[in-house]
């Protein structure tokens, strides 16, 4: 079988353009992706007047037919792949497609170059293909450009227009199991039963009541559940990682696998934090081999700098340089809120298992990928020296040198813009952090009633007593 490398130019929603290096195998059979429409014009949004000119068909015409595969070429340029799906949407979550939008729901499919955004008060999680879970703040936007199924790696390319946005890659690693609940109750209850906890059934024993208000083992279940269906998906995924690609306006993150709370401050600073094993709640502690790493803006800056772990970073206005963030006190409680989410990850195994077989295959026939899941099949990410560099590899290489590019033209237009507002005595809206981020999530939270539990017992003899441990014994007594 032979292939074939054409370069082709996407129009993302967000009005740029970038390069594709797509691999398609050339057959006599005509290949067609899974859900790819059969015409190649776009009837909603056509121009009436150039469409209906006699003169420009026939300029068309006589240049198309120097191409004779024009028609393959404009099809496979025009089909969007599925990113993933909305898992969770509390509130508002708009969907912008094209020149339309409309309000997601649970599992709504999110195509290349969707942008969703959080209206008002809301949030949102969203299931990415490679296991990827996102979570939108309220008043928070992310554009979702592209997913590449790699023969070695999936690729993720996204941009972070604004707010608050989590990004949590997939570890084939298992959970601690504790009995502490969690932390993001907002979603309560989940679409997708399955990932709700299972509440600890106890037997009425008429000589032993208290035992019925005693704290049950519903949090541990929930974890092993979590960690039993960690280890079974275990056995599809195979370790694949996925590179993501992570812009924003004054900077840019890439690297495999990562795991990143970011706040993208529109007109202001960029404050991003890399969470530990540790942190993630992970049983094993060692530190994640693959470095994320951050360029920064600036035409010549080419430079990439390794991100440390569980350091809050704050990336200046015109994104030329970052530093230690020195006040990250609301950071911290914005973070809080996203400690302990063993539903969500819980939900995403469920998900993978239902969506994803196709990213984690040992083995790719590319026709049947097109027509049974409607993705392209790219190459491996990293190749031996002496062989030729692969298509992602070179996809990689045009990303970071375009976006940086863009977005530094983005933002010295963004400046000149701010000083003429300000000589003619005008303020430029700016974006500031808040605890709108996250104060509904908390309050929800503290809401739903944290059981006091006190294990130190009586300093004198260590003996535990009724007062720390039994709820009811408390409430007898008229203890709060």
């Not at 003169?55 to 004779?68: L, T």
């Not at 089909?79 to 509390?90: A, T």
Request: glycine share 6%; proline share 2%; charged share 30%.
């Amino acid at each position: 079988m032979k292939w074939m490398i054409f370069n082709l130019t996407i129009g993302l929603t967000s009005s740029f353009f970038f390069e594709v290096h797509a691999q398609t195998p050339q057959t006599s059979a005509k290949v067609e992706f899974a859900g790819q429409r059969e015409s190649v014009t776009d009837w909603g949004n056509l121009p009436i007047e150039s469409f209906l000119s006699f003169k420009e068909w026939k300029e068309e015409s006589d240049i198309r037919d120097q191409v004779p595969e024009w028609e393959k070429i404009v099809r496979e340029r025009n089909h969007k792949e599925i990113v993933g799906r909305v898992y969770q949407c509390f509130g508002i979550c708009r969907v912008d497609r094209g020149e339309s939008f409309f309000n997601s729901t649970y599992r709504t499919g999110l195509y290349e170059g969707d942008e969703i955004q959080t209206v008002g008060d809301s949030y949102a999680w969203i299931f990415l293909n490679d296991g990827t879970m996102v979570r939108v703040s309220p008043q928070s936007s992310i554009t979702f450009n592209e997913f590449n199924v790699g023969s070695k790696e999936n690729f993720i390319n996204a941009r972070v227009n604004a707010g608050n946005i989590l990004w949590l890659s997939r570890s084939e690693n298992t959970f601690e199991e504790t009995d502490v609940r969690e932390t993001d109750v907002t979603f309560f209850p989940y679409s997708e039963y399955e990932s709700l906890p299972v509440t600890e059934k106890r037997q009425y024993i008429e000589d032993d009541l208290i035992q019925l208000v005693e704290k049950t083992n519903t949090d541990i279940n929930h974890y092993k559940n979590l960690n039993e269906k960690v280890e079974a998906n275990n056995k599809m995924t195979k370790g694949k990682p996925t590179y993501a690609f992570i812009v924003m306006p004054n900077s840019t993150l890439m690297g495999i696998s990562p795991n990143v709370e970011v706040v993208a401050l529109v007109g202001g600073k960029t404050f991003l934090k890399k969470r530990s094993s540790t942190t993630l709640g992970l049983t094993k502690k060692e530190e994640i081999p693959n470095d994320l790493f951050l360029q920064m803006r600036g035409y010549d800056n080419k430079t990439l700098s390794s991100v440390q772990e569980d350091q809050w970073i704050a990336v200046e206005e015109k994104g030329r340089s970052y530093a230690q963030a020195e006040d990250v006190r609301w950071l911290n409680v914005g973070e809080f809120i996203t400690k302990r989410i063993p539903s969500i990850m819980l939900g995403r195994e469920i998900f993978l298992e239902k969506y994803s077989e196709f990213s984690f295959r040992e083995k790719y026939d590319p026709v049947v990928l097109a027509r049974k899941d409607g993705y392209r099949l790219w190459g491996a990410m990293t190749s031996k020296e002496s062989e030729k560099k692969s298509d992602l590899e070179l996809r990689l290489e045009f990303l970071k040198e375009y976006f940086r590019r863009v977005e530094t033209t983005n933002l010295l237009a963004s400046s000149r813009f701010k000083l003429r507002l300000e000589e003619r005595g005008e303020k430029a809206l700016t974006m500031d952090y808040g605890n709108y981020f996250f104060i509904n999530a908390l309050d929800r939270y503290y809401r739903a009633g944290e059981e006091l539990r006190d294990k130190t017992g009586d300093k004198e003899t260590g003996e535990v007593l009724n007062s720390t441990t039994k709820l009811l014994w408390k409430k007898m007594n008229g203890i709060r």
